[in-house]
């Protein structure tokens, strides 16, 4: 992700169908769990846990995926994402 200089990569399955999408925030969560500081926080929520132990993509990754079409405007993708703040797990 810092090499090609992006923020997220989505994670599709065999037909290229987007999944979920794995975020810096997402990697924040399973790399702050590797140091004694983070260890003193207070406890985690369980989703914040559940990705600090993740193994796999599908694990790590939030999802659903909320696609926008390729013929929309920015502003289009942005009213969509701002519906979906919250998203489905009640976390931005």
């Known amino acids: 992700m810092t090499e090609r ?4 990569v989505p994670v ?3 037909a290229g169908r987007p999944l979920g ?8 969560a399973k790399s702050a769990d590797q140091g004694e500081y983070f260890r ?3 406890a985690r929520e369980s989703w914040e846990q559940d ?17 926008a079409k ?3 405007t920015v502003a ?12 489905p797990l009640g976390r931005p």
């Open 5 to 8: 200089q992006v923020s997220a």
């Open 76 to 87: 289009e993708a942005a009213r969509l994402m701002e519906a979906h703040r919250g998203g």
């Open 51 to 67: 990705k600090a132990e993740a193994l796999r993509a599908e694990e790590l990754m939030s999802a659903p995926a909320v696609c």
């Open 40 to 42: 003193s926080l207070p």
């Open 21 to 28: 999408v794995i975020s810096e925030r997402d990697l924040l």
């Open 70 to 72: 390729p013929d929309w």
């Open 12 to 14: 599709v399955d065999a």
